[in-house]
């Protein structure tokens, strides 16, 4: 079945099929997970929530995002290969989950003089689940080590770079999860030439027609003449590799000025869209996945009584992740 992810589908119901059926196979091999409620329950650290066993293994079920990343993992991996020709590509990847979804593919792929692992994950409940599927599989040789930690403390255990870095500890707009310090935590233990995955985040201001976008969804004609639903008003947060090296060595956020007037009829709501740019040519768009759907800042309805407003966004890491807002 993991091997399915690199085949070409001619519908979307076929990859979504496809990861359903994933999930089923490995929430078996696990045990029947969906019986145990207390595996919902998150862990609350400094930086942010892990989210709890059974939603993390649900995650499969986003089927747009596991394709891609899957792919996008693939494809870095055999670009490590070409790139670091006669070496064994080190993998750290960080919030594994229970099922270490976005991995198993590639594990299945690659041996273990090609590719080894270092599987991070927080939870108790979901580290035993992720090394009984592990061991279960037969992929124990793939594994450089198990850890259990928190990623933002995590140390190797001697100097040697990883080639890659990955991590999918987030939700829309990196908010509430630990999707920013865990990589400029790791960031450091990565090759200088080594991949970044996702490669970038980023998070865009944004005002927004609900209402438009609704009919465009649904195939309906919308007036040529008309603004478009979304209109970028400017980057909040770029967040890739650049960024997490700078933030580690102590550099702030940087912070997004802007203005909009709220009470525009053209737009009803004030947002922060996501794209993801996994790997390469692997992108996840806005509304493609639930990683990326807009997260509403303000709304309002349409009126003849506008008034323009002015304020400035900075990212800021704490117990509950996110973006604060200033007035300018």
Not at 47 to 63: E, F, H, P, R, S
Not at 89 to 101: E, K, L, M, S, V
Not at 111 to 131: A, H, M, P, R, Y
Not at 196 to 205: G, I, M, N
Request: hydrophobic share 40%; glycine share 6%; net charge negative.
């Amino acid at each position: 079945m993991a091997g399915c992810f690199f085949k070409d589908f001619e519908t979307e119901v076929e990859k979504l099929e496809v990861a359903t059926r994933f999930f089923q196979e490995l929430e078996a091999l696990s045990g029947g997970m969906e019986s145990d409620m207390h595996i919902e329950n998150p862990v609350k650290t400094s930086t942010g929530v892990a989210i709890g066993t059974l939603m993390a293994a649900q995650c499969v079920k986003d089927y747009i995002r596991t394709f891609k990343f899957v792919q996008g993992v693939n494809q870095a991996i055999k670009k490590a290969r070409s790139k670091f020709p006669g070496q064994t590509i080190r993998i750290i990847y960080a919030g594994t989950g229970p099922f270490a979804t976005l991995a198993l593919p590639s594990m299945f792929e690659f041996s273990g003089e090609d590719v080894k692992w270092t599987l991070l994950e927080i939870n108790e409940e979901t580290f035993q689940t992720l090394k009984h599927t592990i061991q279960s599989l037969g992929l124990e040789d793939r594994v450089e080590r198990f850890v259990r930690c928190n990623a933002v403390q995590f140390k190797p255990d001697d100097s040697t770079f990883f080639h890659i870095l990955l991590s999918e500890t987030m939700q829309h707009a990196l908010v509430r999860e630990q999707q920013v310090s865990i990589t400029s935590h790791l960031s450091r233990f990565l090759h200088p030439e080594g991949f970044f995955l996702p490669q970038e985040v980023k998070v865009e201001v944004a005002l927004f027609n609900p209402a438009k976008r609704f009919k465009q969804l649904q195939g309906q004609n919308v007036e040529k003449d008309l603004p478009s639903y979304s209109n970028i008003k400017g980057t909040a947060l770029a967040w890739n590799r650049q960024m997490a090296d700078a933030v580690s060595r102590g550099d702030s956020f940087p912070v997004f000025p802007f203005s909009f007037e709220k009470g525009n009829a053209d737009y009803t709501q004030l947002i922060l869209q996501t794209t993801i740019h996994i790997f390469e040519n692997h992108f996840l768009y806005p509304w493609e996945s639930g990683l990326t759907t807009p997260l509403i800042l303000d709304q309002w309805n349409n009126s003849k009584n506008k008034e323009l407003k002015s304020y400035c966004i900075q990212y800021q890491v704490s117990e509950n992740p996110g973006f604060n807002f200033t007035k300018k």
